[in-house]
Protein backbone atom coordinates (compact mmCIF):
# COMPACT_ATOMS: atom_id res chain seq x y z
CA UNK A 1 0.00 0.00 0.00
CA UNK A 2 3.24 2.37 0.77
CA UNK A 3 4.99 3.81 -2.51
CA UNK A 4 8.13 3.50 -3.40
CA UNK A 5 10.73 4.75 -1.01
CA UNK A 6 8.92 4.25 1.80
CA UNK A 7 11.12 2.50 4.84
CA UNK A 8 8.98 -0.89 4.70
CA UNK A 9 9.14 -1.11 0.69
CA UNK A 10 12.78 -0.77 0.36
CA UNK A 11 14.15 -3.25 3.07
CA UNK A 12 11.94 -5.91 0.92
CA UNK A 13 13.43 -4.62 -2.20
CA UNK A 14 17.00 -5.10 -0.31
CA UNK A 15 15.95 -8.24 0.19
CA UNK A 16 15.30 -8.87 -3.13
CA UNK A 17 18.68 -8.01 -4.07
CA UNK A 18 20.08 -10.12 -1.55
CA UNK A 19 18.12 -13.54 -2.36
CA UNK A 20 19.11 -12.72 -6.13
CA UNK A 21 22.86 -12.64 -5.36
CA UNK A 22 22.77 -15.93 -3.17
CA UNK A 23 20.82 -17.41 -5.63
CA UNK A 24 22.62 -16.64 -9.02
CA UNK A 25 19.98 -15.16 -10.05
CA UNK A 26 17.71 -17.74 -9.81
CA UNK A 27 15.16 -15.81 -7.05
CA UNK A 28 14.48 -12.68 -6.90
CA UNK A 29 11.70 -9.92 -6.00
CA UNK A 30 9.74 -8.04 -8.16
CA UNK A 31 8.17 -5.04 -6.45
CA UNK A 32 5.10 -3.49 -6.58
CA UNK A 33 4.89 -0.71 -4.22
CA UNK A 34 1.97 2.23 -3.91
CA UNK A 35 -1.28 -0.55 -3.58
CA UNK A 36 -0.95 -1.42 -7.62
CA UNK A 37 -2.37 -4.93 -6.77
CA UNK A 38 -5.23 -4.15 -4.92
CA UNK A 39 -6.21 -3.12 -1.37
CA UNK A 40 -5.01 -4.81 1.74
CA UNK A 41 -7.56 -7.39 2.37
CA UNK A 42 -7.39 -8.23 -1.96
CA UNK A 43 -3.87 -8.45 -1.40
CA UNK A 44 -3.85 -11.32 1.37
CA UNK A 45 -6.19 -13.36 -0.70
CA UNK A 46 -4.21 -12.81 -3.85
CA UNK A 47 -0.80 -14.37 -1.40
CA UNK A 48 -3.38 -17.47 0.10
CA UNK A 49 -4.01 -18.85 -3.29
CA UNK A 50 -0.12 -17.70 -4.78
CA UNK A 51 -0.98 -14.96 -7.02
CA UNK A 52 1.33 -12.89 -4.70
CA UNK A 53 4.47 -14.00 -3.14
CA UNK A 54 5.47 -12.33 -0.39
CA UNK A 55 3.42 -9.60 1.42
CA UNK A 56 3.90 -6.83 3.91
CA UNK A 57 0.71 -6.83 5.70
CA UNK A 58 -1.11 -4.90 8.48
CA UNK A 59 -2.48 -7.55 11.12
CA UNK A 60 -6.09 -6.26 10.65
CA UNK A 61 -6.76 -9.20 7.79
CA UNK A 62 -4.53 -11.80 9.35
CA UNK A 63 -6.41 -11.65 13.01
CA UNK A 64 -9.17 -12.76 11.56
CA UNK A 65 -7.73 -16.11 11.14
CA UNK A 66 -4.90 -15.47 13.58
CA UNK A 67 -6.86 -14.39 16.74
CA UNK A 68 -3.47 -14.26 18.42
CA UNK A 69 -1.83 -11.26 16.52
CA UNK A 70 -5.02 -9.28 17.37
CA UNK A 71 -2.83 -8.44 20.99
CA UNK A 72 -0.54 -6.22 19.16
CA UNK A 73 -4.14 -4.25 18.29
CA UNK A 74 -4.77 -3.28 21.59
CA UNK A 75 -4.23 0.05 23.23
CA UNK A 76 -0.83 0.80 25.18
CA UNK A 77 -0.40 -3.34 25.23
CA UNK A 78 3.53 -1.72 24.60
CA UNK A 79 4.49 1.16 26.57
CA UNK A 80 6.41 2.65 24.04
CA UNK A 81 8.18 1.53 20.76
CA UNK A 82 11.55 -0.18 21.86
CA UNK A 83 9.09 -2.28 24.46
CA UNK A 84 7.25 -3.17 21.15
CA UNK A 85 10.98 -4.31 19.43
CA UNK A 86 11.94 -6.32 22.01
CA UNK A 87 8.97 -8.24 21.94
CA UNK A 88 8.62 -8.77 18.64
CA UNK A 89 12.01 -9.39 18.94
CA UNK A 90 11.87 -12.52 21.60
CA UNK A 91 10.22 -15.38 22.07
CA UNK A 92 6.92 -13.94 21.89
CA UNK A 93 7.46 -12.70 18.70
CA UNK A 94 8.82 -16.25 17.22
CA UNK A 95 6.42 -18.16 18.71
CA UNK A 96 3.01 -15.33 16.46
CA UNK A 97 4.78 -15.76 13.67
CA UNK A 98 5.32 -19.74 14.37
CA UNK A 99 0.72 -19.48 14.54
CA UNK A 100 0.32 -17.75 11.91
CA UNK A 101 2.08 -20.06 10.22
CA UNK A 102 0.63 -23.35 11.41
CA UNK A 103 -2.98 -21.73 10.91
CA UNK A 104 -5.32 -22.65 8.18
CA UNK A 105 -4.69 -18.28 6.43
CA UNK A 106 -1.80 -20.18 4.10
CA UNK A 107 0.88 -17.88 5.02
CA UNK A 108 4.31 -18.43 5.89
CA UNK A 109 5.01 -15.63 8.51
CA UNK A 110 9.04 -14.68 8.29
CA UNK A 111 9.63 -11.40 10.18
CA UNK A 112 8.13 -8.79 11.60
CA UNK A 113 8.35 -4.66 10.66
CA UNK A 114 7.58 -0.90 12.61
CA UNK A 115 4.45 0.24 11.79
CA UNK A 116 4.84 2.72 14.04
CA UNK A 117 3.26 4.60 17.07
CA UNK A 118 0.23 6.13 16.67
CA UNK A 119 -0.14 9.75 18.11
CA UNK A 120 -3.03 12.38 18.40
CA UNK A 121 -3.00 15.74 16.10
CA UNK A 122 -5.69 17.83 17.00
CA UNK A 123 -6.34 21.48 16.48
CA UNK A 124 -6.62 22.27 20.03
CA UNK A 125 -3.65 20.93 21.98
CA UNK A 126 -4.02 18.00 23.69
CA UNK A 127 -1.84 18.26 27.25
CA UNK A 128 -3.87 16.08 29.35
CA UNK A 129 -6.99 13.62 29.32
CA UNK A 130 -8.92 16.53 30.30
CA UNK A 131 -8.12 18.22 26.91
CA UNK A 132 -9.72 15.13 24.67
CA UNK A 133 -13.15 15.37 25.99
CA UNK A 134 -15.54 15.68 23.26
CA UNK A 135 -12.74 16.04 20.60
CA UNK A 136 -14.03 14.33 17.15
CA UNK A 137 -10.87 12.07 16.34
CA UNK A 138 -10.91 10.03 13.00
CA UNK A 139 -9.92 6.49 13.63
CA UNK A 140 -9.42 3.02 11.33
CA UNK A 141 -12.71 1.55 11.05
CA UNK A 142 -12.03 -0.98 14.08
CA UNK A 143 -14.36 -1.42 16.58
CA UNK A 144 -10.51 -1.64 18.94
CA UNK A 145 -9.43 1.17 17.81
CA UNK A 146 -13.01 3.39 18.04
CA UNK A 147 -13.56 2.00 21.71
CA UNK A 148 -9.74 2.87 22.72
CA UNK A 149 -10.61 6.90 21.66
CA UNK A 150 -13.76 6.53 23.14
CA UNK A 151 -12.58 5.61 26.76
CA UNK A 152 -9.65 7.79 26.18
CA UNK A 153 -12.10 10.19 26.23
CA UNK A 154 -12.45 11.79 23.00
CA UNK A 155 -15.26 10.67 20.12
CA UNK A 156 -13.88 7.92 18.00
CA UNK A 157 -15.13 8.59 14.00
CA UNK A 158 -14.64 5.77 11.73
CA UNK A 159 -13.40 7.48 8.44
CA UNK A 160 -11.84 6.58 4.84
CA UNK A 161 -8.26 7.79 5.17
CA UNK A 162 -8.97 9.94 1.59
CA UNK A 163 -12.08 12.08 3.63
CA UNK A 164 -10.18 12.99 6.58
CA UNK A 165 -7.92 16.23 5.10
CA UNK A 166 -11.32 18.00 4.54
CA UNK A 167 -12.95 16.87 7.33
CA UNK A 168 -10.22 18.52 9.36
CA UNK A 169 -9.91 21.51 7.19
CA UNK A 170 -14.27 22.07 7.29
CA UNK A 171 -14.54 21.19 10.97
CA UNK A 172 -15.89 17.66 10.48
CA UNK A 173 -13.39 16.46 12.31
CA UNK A 174 -11.25 18.12 14.86
CA UNK A 175 -8.21 15.55 14.32
CA UNK A 176 -6.56 12.37 13.70
CA UNK A 177 -4.02 10.17 15.11
CA UNK A 178 -1.00 8.43 13.02
CA UNK A 179 2.77 7.92 13.06
CA UNK A 180 4.76 11.19 12.38
CA UNK A 181 6.22 10.48 8.83
CA UNK A 182 2.13 9.58 7.48
CA UNK A 183 1.09 13.25 9.48
CA UNK A 184 3.91 14.76 7.30
CA UNK A 185 2.94 12.98 4.00
CA UNK A 186 -0.74 13.01 3.90
CA UNK A 187 -0.54 16.93 4.75
CA UNK A 188 -2.58 16.96 7.73
CA UNK A 189 -0.49 19.28 9.33
CA UNK A 190 -1.51 21.77 7.04
CA UNK A 191 -5.37 21.64 8.08
CA UNK A 192 -5.11 23.34 11.17
CA UNK A 193 -4.38 20.46 13.27
CA UNK A 194 -0.80 21.52 14.54
CA UNK A 195 -0.73 19.85 17.91
CA UNK A 196 1.29 16.09 17.94
CA UNK A 197 0.94 15.17 21.03
CA UNK A 198 2.72 11.79 21.77
CA UNK A 199 0.03 9.43 23.05
CA UNK A 200 1.66 6.03 21.38
CA UNK A 201 -1.61 4.48 22.23
CA UNK A 202 -1.70 2.26 19.26
CA UNK A 203 1.89 0.53 18.52
CA UNK A 204 1.00 -1.59 15.78
CA UNK A 205 3.84 -4.07 13.79
CA UNK A 206 3.29 -5.31 10.65
CA UNK A 207 3.87 -8.92 9.24
CA UNK A 208 6.19 -10.01 6.63
CA UNK A 209 4.41 -13.46 4.96
CA UNK A 210 5.32 -15.61 1.58
CA UNK A 211 2.14 -17.24 0.49
CA UNK A 212 2.09 -20.73 1.38
CA UNK A 213 1.46 -22.29 -2.56
CA UNK A 214 4.88 -20.59 -2.96
CA UNK A 215 7.05 -21.65 -0.06
CA UNK A 216 5.49 -25.18 -0.69
CA UNK A 217 7.52 -25.35 -3.89
CA UNK A 218 10.86 -23.84 -2.71
CA UNK A 219 14.02 -25.85 -1.93
CA UNK A 220 14.66 -26.18 1.68
CA UNK A 221 17.74 -24.22 1.52
CA UNK A 222 15.71 -21.38 -0.33
CA UNK A 223 13.06 -21.73 2.70
CA UNK A 224 15.95 -21.55 4.78
CA UNK A 225 17.39 -18.42 2.79
CA UNK A 226 13.89 -16.33 2.65
CA UNK A 227 13.87 -17.01 6.81
CA UNK A 228 17.07 -15.54 7.72
CA UNK A 229 16.21 -12.49 4.81
CA UNK A 230 13.20 -12.03 6.86
CA UNK A 231 14.50 -11.75 10.27
CA UNK A 232 17.53 -9.21 8.81
CA UNK A 233 14.86 -7.18 7.29
CA UNK A 234 12.95 -6.94 10.60
CA UNK A 235 16.31 -5.46 11.82
CA UNK A 236 17.21 -2.97 8.73
CA UNK A 237 13.65 -1.98 8.18
CA UNK A 238 13.87 -0.03 11.79
CA UNK A 239 16.81 1.80 11.01
CA UNK A 240 15.20 3.02 7.83
CA UNK A 241 12.02 3.58 10.07
CA UNK A 242 13.79 5.85 12.47
CA UNK A 243 15.44 7.87 9.64
CA UNK A 244 11.94 8.37 8.24
CA UNK A 245 10.36 9.49 11.99
CA UNK A 246 13.49 12.33 12.59
CA UNK A 247 13.26 13.27 8.95
CA UNK A 248 9.62 13.89 9.39
CA UNK A 249 9.60 14.93 13.02
CA UNK A 250 12.25 17.59 11.79
CA UNK A 251 9.85 18.94 8.89
CA UNK A 252 6.98 19.27 11.47
CA UNK A 253 8.30 21.38 13.71
CA UNK A 254 10.03 23.58 11.01
CA UNK A 255 6.59 23.90 9.95
CA UNK A 256 5.11 25.02 12.78
CA UNK A 257 3.72 21.92 14.01
CA UNK A 258 4.21 21.83 18.30
CA UNK A 259 5.10 18.52 19.90
CA UNK A 260 3.25 17.50 22.96
CA UNK A 261 5.04 15.41 25.59
CA UNK A 262 2.05 13.89 27.38
CA UNK A 263 1.67 11.55 30.45
CA UNK A 264 0.46 8.04 29.25
CA UNK A 265 -0.79 7.01 32.30
CA UNK A 266 -4.45 8.55 32.49
CA UNK A 267 -4.98 7.27 29.48
CA UNK A 268 -3.03 3.75 30.17
CA UNK A 269 -5.85 3.52 33.11
CA UNK A 270 -9.18 4.28 30.87
CA UNK A 271 -8.34 2.27 28.15
CA UNK A 272 -8.34 -0.94 30.60
CA UNK A 273 -11.84 -2.10 29.48
CA UNK A 274 -10.98 -2.21 25.75
CA UNK A 275 -7.99 -4.01 26.63
CA UNK A 276 -10.29 -6.87 28.71
CA UNK A 277 -13.21 -6.93 26.08
CA UNK A 278 -11.07 -7.26 23.48
CA UNK A 279 -8.01 -9.44 25.64
CA UNK A 280 -10.24 -11.82 26.59
CA UNK A 281 -9.24 -14.68 25.32
CA UNK A 282 -5.65 -13.71 25.08
CA UNK A 283 -5.25 -12.57 28.87
CA UNK A 284 -1.94 -14.74 29.68
CA UNK A 285 -0.39 -13.10 26.47
CA UNK A 286 -0.98 -9.53 27.47
CA UNK A 287 0.81 -10.42 30.96
CA UNK A 288 3.86 -11.95 29.01
CA UNK A 289 3.98 -9.00 27.03
CA UNK A 290 4.15 -6.35 29.61
CA UNK A 291 7.00 -8.84 31.28
CA UNK A 292 9.08 -7.86 28.87
CA UNK A 293 11.81 -5.27 30.16
Known amino acids: MHPAGYPNVV ?5 GKKLEKATDGRLRIQMFPGGVLGGEKEMIEQTQVGAINILRTSLGS ?27 DGPIGDELLGKVTASSARLVAIGWMDGGARSLYTKKPVRNAADLKGQKIRMIGNPVFIDTMNAMGGNGIAMGYGEVFTAIQTGVLDGAENNSPSYLTSNHYTTGAKYYSQTNHLIIPELLVVSKATWDKLKPEDQALLRTYGKEAQAEQRVLWDQSVADANAKLKAAGVEFIDIDNKPFYDATAPVRAKYGANVADLIQRIAAVR
Not at 11 to 15: A, F, Y
Open 62 to 88: VGTVVPEVNVFNLPFVFRNPDHMRKVI
Open 11 to 15: TVENM
